[in-house]
Each structure stands twice: as structure tokens, then as C-alpha cells.
């Protein structure tokens, strides 16, 4: 597992910077206002020209649930994937 150590700790979001393998990702969760009580995660890699790109995303209960799934996702993530491009 990855051990992030989470630097915000706001009341309703919270973001981090990882080391892995491949570089930098930037974990976040966040509250998502609204009638279902939801928590979004996002895992986020800075790219060159100064964009966001998003590699991983997805909903929990909670914050301290969508800091483990984000945790889950970036060892994933480090562990290595396969992506599968199919051309049109």
C-alpha cells in the first residue's frame, strides 16, 4: 500500500503529492454538495504545459473512505497498468 501523507485536513476536502514510480500524482477527495452525501477522489498528474490530467476517479461515503480508495488507486496506479488503445 502507498502512504500518503494527506496535508490539508480541511472539513470538507483534502489533497496530497505522491512519489511513484512514474513521478508525481496529486490525490483528492472532496465533498460533492448536494442531497446524496457523496465524496469525490481524484487522482491528478501535472503535466508540462501547466494542465491537469485526471487518471483515476470515483465516489465514497465518506472522506476518510475516499482517502483509502485514493490510496488503493494511486498503488494501483504504481503498480503498473496495461491501457489497451484501439485505433478507429
Known amino acids: 500500500m502507498i502512504d500518503i501523507h494527506w ?3 480541511m472539513p470538507n476536502w483534502d489533497c496530497a ?3 511513484t514510480r512514474d513521478g508525481t500524482v496529486c490525490p483528492f477527495v472532496a465533498e ?8 469525490m477522489f481524484s487522482i491528478d498528474v501535472p503535466e508540462e ?8 476517479s470515483g465516489f ?4 476518510e473512505s475516499a482517502r483509502i480508495a485514493a490510496a488503493h488507486a494511486v498503488a ?3 503498480g503498473g497498468l ?3 488503445v484501439s485505433a478507429k
Open 17 to 19: 503529492e505522491v512519489e
Open 60 to 63: 465514497a461515503t465518506d472522506l
Open 32 to 39: 460533492i454538495p448536494g442531497p446524496d452525501d457523496r465524496v
Open 7 to 9: 496535508g490539508r485536513k
Open 82 to 84: 496495461t491501457v489497451a
Open 76 to 78: 494501483k496506479l504504481d
Open 49 to 56: 504545459d501547466g494542465q491537469i490530467r485526471s487518471l483515476a
